[in-house]
């Protein structure tokens, strides 16, 4: 999808209202993502001889009835839970459907249990404190199933009395997948699929919508290390001047301060700290070789502590392939799984007047379009 061709939802009101208005503006997008979904997660199961939607909605009935991930959300972001209610109304949508949108790292995470064949190796992650001109830059490539394709959105949530203006990636439906605030505060989130887990944690996507509420790196820290964590996942904070990297799982939050690349934080789908690991990865398939590539890519293009790194940089370490079956931009082309492709890439601008530079699709072929905040002119 070309950037500019992307949907662009500003969403203000009520917690239900913002709900509402994505579900209307979006609808024919969240019917095509519900969709697909359902049919993704067929891929995976030990396919019934009878009526497959039946065995769909059996899976996904087990799914919701063997986990608390609801409670979670209500007890910690009961805000949300009305926005995700808001969605399905709008969108004229089943409200579980619609929940099942917000949990797709936690089905990943029951589908191993399940000994399906999950995907695991998703998004590579960056920050870099005080670059050029004193800027400091974030970001990551969210990569997800290939069917969000022509389905992503920005939202544009608008500031409240008690949280600022946020821009947030996202497929329609989602309530985000990382983002950028008005405070200049930003969060990315990749998959550790290797850490234990948490049937009553709160899910990441209400985790980082969270987080973007906040007005300060401090604020989010303290949210991070308080919350159960329904499932394993790295999320970086960022803000001008500052990045800090939490490798988070059921059991434990561990931060994680790079000792090379002087402050640059490279992240993608292996613990590199947390050493709390559940059963769900055999050992054997705990540190990929595609995890590991991409890792290596980035690292090297944006590592060295002589260079100070601009946006060009950024934008070709992103739209990298380094290494041909492992790149860190993953086209139409390159799935090999479930999880092969680049939705979306998003650089994090980070000083007095903080910008989104996001490319709805892979950065190898994708332009990047700047996106500013209402309220910072």
Not at 162 to 170: G, N, R, V, W
Not at 249 to 254: D, H, R
Not at 328 to 337: D, E, P
Request: net charge negative; proline share 5%.
């Amino acid at each position: 999808m070309k950037t500019t061709e992307m949907t662009i939802i500003e969403l203000s009101g009520s917690p239900r209202e913002r709900g509402r208005i994505h579900g209307e503006t979006a609808k024919p997008l969240i019917a095509a993502v519900v969709e697909s979904w359902r049919a993704d997660l067929g891929n995976f199961g030990k396919k019934s001889a009878g009526n497959h939607s039946v065995y769909l909605d059996s899976y996904l009935d087990q799914f919701h009835s063997q986990t608390g991930y609801l409670a979670a959300i209500k007890k910690w972001t009961p805000d949300l839970f009305e926005e995700v209610k808001g969605i399905a109304e709008g969108a004229e949508q089943d409200f579980e459907r619609i929940l099942g949108l917000q949990l797709m790292d936690e089905e990943w995470v029951f589908g191993l249990r399940k000994n399906l064949t999950k995907p695991t190796n998703k998004c590579t992650a960056f920050a870099l404190k005080n670059q050029e001109n004193g800027i400091s830059f974030a970001g990551q490539n969210m990569d997800t199933p290939s069917w969000v394709e022509g389905n992503q959105v920005l939202l544009r949530v608008m500031p409240t009395e008690t949280s600022p203006e946020a821009l947030i990636f996202s497929m329609a439906g989602n309530v985000g997948l990382s983002g950028l605030n008005a405070n200049g505060l930003g969060v990315t989130c990749n998959t550790l699929s290797q850490l234990n887990y948490a049937i009553d944690g709160l899910p990441v996507a209400f985790i980082v919508r969270s987080i973007l509420e906040k007005k300060s790196i401090e604020q989010a820290e303290e949210f991070l290390r308080n919350i159960p964590h329904a499932s394993g996942q790295n999320y970086i904070l960022s803000s001008p001047g500052d990045s800090r990297c939490f490798e988070c799982c059921g059991t434990s939050v561990s931060r994680y301060v790079p000792d090379t690349h002087q402050g640059r934080i490279f992240h993608t789908n292996h613990p590199l700290v947390n050493q709390d690991e559940s059963e769900v990865l055999p050992p054997g398939k705990r540190r990929s070789k595609n995890t590991v590539a991409r890792l290596d890519s980035i690292s090297r293009r944006l590592g060295d502590p002589v260079d100070s790194i601009t946006l060009d940089n950024i934008k070709d370490a992103l739209a990298a392939h380094d290494d041909p079956d492992n790149p860190v931009s993953r086209n139409i082309n390159n799935q090999g799984s479930s999880i092969g492709y680049t939705a979306g890439a998003l650089i994090y601008e980070l000083d007095s007047r903080p910008r989104l530079h996001l490319a709805s699709g892979p950065p190898c072929e994708t332009e990047f379009e700047i996106f500013d905040f209402k309220g910072i002119y």
